[in-house]
């Protein structure tokens, strides 16, 4: 079953919560039938949750996570066919990723692990963002058994005035709002926490239906996994990659060769997917772009960028590609 195509009575319910008197009268108005909400189509249930956010009250992605029963979804028995903790929801990360388009990455670190969102264009981007973050926490309460926490919260959004003990209800944790980043941050403890309650909370047809996705996943081929590091740090060398996945460099481009791609080209990818990106949201520092892709000198960035907006497989990127040729040649000029 379709992420999306779960999210119908949730919905509803949510609406509910949020104080709405009419939520049957507006759900008839986008075609859906409030006693059978779970015949809904894609188009139908954006239209809902288009109406829903406009007369909700900012939290309303919170109330939607608080109402979704994991148990819908493809991806929880394969979750719950885990070691860990962190193996779960890389998986819930990767699956976010492939159903909805959805940036959700996973960086570890010394002693913690962040889970990084971007829903970049998205409209409703909030709510998108706040039922993220919270089904990411309660599905992960449900996984190991008791009610485990992040350590921190991070919202690029600003905090809705007199409503700030609603998130550290749900959360408990500290909560940063105004952040320059979307996050949930976890001891590396938590992430290699065993899932003890996996198979007390799901139905053995679920774990039956999650173990052949499981045989899939791990079938998973080598360009997606490159892909994953690449997303939020384009700056990863081939060296740092081979290193995270525990292979040499050799052996690396050979199982990309096979795959009919290379370091290379995926590189590339990621940093121009990186740049348009963050001029979509209002970047305009071409140094702080040169350091996030890696490059040595804003003259190696600028070098980069002529040569990848004469290269007709980025063509769709070009527009993006010459505005920030223009912010480089600006700096350049400047300096």
Known sequence: ???RLTFSRPLLEAMREAGLTDVEELARSVGIDPSMPEHANEEQIDALFS??????????????????????????GHAANSATLGEALHKLAHYKYEETGDWVVVE?????????????????????????????????????????????????FSEPEGECHRYISLFKCPIIFSGRENELVFTNVDWARPLSSASRNFSPSIMEQGGRLDKNWKKLDISSHV???????????M????????????????????????FKFLSEENKIQYACR??????HDPRKLQRDLGFATIKDFARALEQWSKTEQWSDAAPELRAIRIQVEDYLRKG
């Open 278 to 283: 963050y001029l979509r949201k209002g970047g």
């Open 1 to 3: 079953m379709s992420f």
């Open 239 to 262: 060296v740092h990659v081979a290193d995270r996945l525990k292979v040499i460099p050799r052996d690396l481009q050979r199982k990309l060769r096979i795959k009919k791609t290379s």
């Open 227 to 237: 892909q994953e590091l690449l997303r939020f740090k384009p700056s990863l060398t």
């Open 51 to 76: 109406l829903a956010i406009e007369r909700s009250p900012p939290w309303y992605g919170l109330l939607v996570a608080t109402h979704i029963r994991s148990a819908l979804f493809d991806i929880v």
């Open 108 to 156: 570890r670190g010394p002693q913690q692990t962040t889970i990084r969102f971007n829903l970049d264009g998205k409209k409703h981007a909030r709510q998108r963002l706040e039922f993220e973050q919270a089904f990411f926490v309660i599905f992960a309460r449900e996984l190991v058994g008791d009610n485990l926490s992040p350590v921190l919260v991070v919202n690029e």
